[in-house]
């Protein structure tokens, strides 16, 4: 099966995180953590950037990683690295997104998350 290298940003802000509801495609509607594939020559950390900047015209600064999710969809192998970051400066635009909640510890279940993130969100609680 084809892997896909994926990064996404867990955007914090004081204890609360950023999640975005996908705008289009398969997933539509999903919840997901902002990020997308790594381009050839990229390193994690500069794709990651580079994706928030495309998605939500924000800079970012990509601190520790959380941990790297393995899932199976049906059609492709997910490798996706989770990063804690923070924003340097924007306004998290919403350029693709359906959808965007901060989301305290308490509300971290309130919406329908990607099937790849259910085990990270269990490793955040
Ligand atoms: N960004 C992101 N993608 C996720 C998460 N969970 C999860 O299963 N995925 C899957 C959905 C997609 O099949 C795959 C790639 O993400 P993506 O669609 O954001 O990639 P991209 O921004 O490069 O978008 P595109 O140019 O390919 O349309 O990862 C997540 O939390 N964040
Ligand atoms: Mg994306």
Same mark, same amino acid.
């Given at each position: ?38 381009? !050839?020559? /990229? ?5 990651? @950037?580079? $994706?928030? #900047? ?7 600064? =990509? ?32 350029? !693709?997104? /359906? ?5 305290? @510890?308490? $509300?971290? #279940? ?7 993130? =259910? ?7």
């Amino acid at each position: 099966m084809k892997t896909i290298k994926v990064v996404a940003a867990v955007i914090r802000d004081g204890d609360k995180i950023f999640a975005t509801q996908r705008g289009y495609g398969d997933l539509k509607g999903g919840w997901e953590f902002p990020g997308g594939k790594i381009e !050839e020559g /990229e390193t994690p950390q500069e794709a990651l @950037k580079r $994706e928030i #900047m495309e998605e939500l015209d924000t800079e970012i600064e =990509v601190g520790e990683l959380i941990d790297t999710i393995e899932y199976d969809y049906p059609d492709f192998h997910l490798s996706m690295g989770c990063y804690w970051c923070s924003v340097v400066s924007g306004d998290l635009v919403l350029k !693709e997104h /359906e959808a965007a909640r901060w989301l305290g @510890k308490d $509300e971290l #279940m309130d919406v329908e998350w990607l099937p790849a993130d =259910v085990e990270l969100i269990g490793k955040l609680l």
